[in-house]
């Protein structure tokens, strides 16, 4: 029997002590901005994701001029690659001169305190869109791609990029990279291991943003990303990742995941994100605009919800608004 005189509400009776007592908060450090670059002028809107564009290098840099002014430690890098530009060994992934190197030099040169951090994977480059390089039945080839992925993140880093985030799936392309990244000097360079991603349908719309979508058409990534029913093998992804060297890991997507990412953090201790991924995004945007949610606060309540789950940071699309929202109290 509970004793009558425990009574759990008196400590949310008022402002102060449900202040006092709160166990987990959200602040703008905790916040990362994925944003979108194209090879174009101005803005495009991506009509999956409202309120955010697809970005010329000019208006990137008027983005970050605003994320650092609200302190937003860091950008995540997501470039759309003209379909000219994509082939079978995507190439583009590693050239000194692509739309993504000269970005991240752009955005260095301009706002050297922020986080750059930069996608290491194939899709954006592939004609078929897959994440890795194919054989002739289509199967993803694992250490023909980790080769073109050390490529794609030396590139990255020789371009000025803070933190390589690969989120491709192969096994073992944590360890080459980092090996690549000590031969070449690029001691200081972060890895974030995207150890455990989930083969999600919740990506549906940074695919149209990105416009590997129509490249990819019905074919799907189950045979490199994680089954959603698993949880231990997230466990093993992760342990592998930190044993080659990543310096932090993440879970994805975000909010149907937060049992991994709670699991993560209790088994290893180490810096765990998490990725509020695009559908996860589209869908508090879609039920705010037909009046059904309160958008702040259903925004702020998903994110404290990772800080809760036990990340340290999250990827969102709703880190600027966020951070303003923070800001304003
Ligand atoms: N390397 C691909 C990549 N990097 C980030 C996302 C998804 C992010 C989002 O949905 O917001 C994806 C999609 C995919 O695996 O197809
Ligand atoms: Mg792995």
Redesign the pocket.
């Known amino acids: 029997m509970t004793r009558l005189d425990t009574r759990m509400r008196r400590m949310r009776r008022d402002d102060f002590s449900r202040r006092l007592m709160r166990e987990s908060t959200l602040g703008v450090d905790d916040l990362i901005y ?1 944003v979108f670059v194209h090879d174009r002028e101005g803005r495009a809107d991506v009509p999956s994701m409202p309120g955010v564009a697809r970005l010329s290098i000019d208006e990137l840099l008027r983005v970050a001029d605003i994320a650092s002014e609200l302190r937003i430690p860091a950008l995540a890098l ?1 470039p759309v690659t003209a379909p000219e530009a994509k082939s079978l060994d995507a190439a583009a992934a590693w050239d000194d001169d692509g739309l993504c190197q000269r970005a991240i030099r752009a955005l260095k040169a301009r706002f050297p305190q922020l986080g750059v951090i930069t ?1 290491v ?4 480059y592939t004609t078929h ?1 897959q ?1 890795g390089l194919v054989d002739d039945a289509g199967y993803v080839l694992n250490d023909v791609t980790v080769e073109a992925l050390v490529r794609q993140a030396l590139s990255h880093a020789r371009a000025g990029a803070d933190i390589v985030a690969p ?2 799936m192969m096994d073992g392309r944590i360890g080459a990279v980092r090996a690549a990244l000590e031969a070449d000097g690029h001691v200081h360079v972060r890895i974030l291991a ?1 150890a455990a ?1 989930y ?2 349908a ?6 149209d ?2 416009g ?1 979508a129509t490249a ?1 058409g019905k074919a799907d ?1 189950a045979t490199y ?1 994680m089954d959603p029913g698993n949880s231990d093998e997230a466990m093993r992804e992760i342990a592998q990742d930190l044993d080659e060297g990543a310096d932090m890991v993440m879970v ?2 975000g909010m149907p995941y937060l049992d991994i990412v709670r699991r993560a953090k209790d088994e290893f201790g180490v810096p765990v994100f998490a ?7 589209a869908m508090l945007k879609a039920a705010a605009a037909n009046g059904w949610l309160d958008e702040r606060a259903c925004a702020l309540e998903a994110l404290l919800g990772f800080k809760r789950a036990g990340a340290d940071g999250v ?1 969102s ?1 709703f880190a600027l608004d966020a951070a303003r929202w923070l800001r304003a109290g």
Do not use: H, M, N
């Open positions: 994925p997501f996608d994977a194939l899709d954006p869109g994440d989120s491709d995207y991603k083969a999600s919740f990506y549906g719309p940074f695919r943003a990105v590997s990819l990534k990303q994805k997507p990725y509020q991924v695009s559908g996860e995004y990827l699309y």
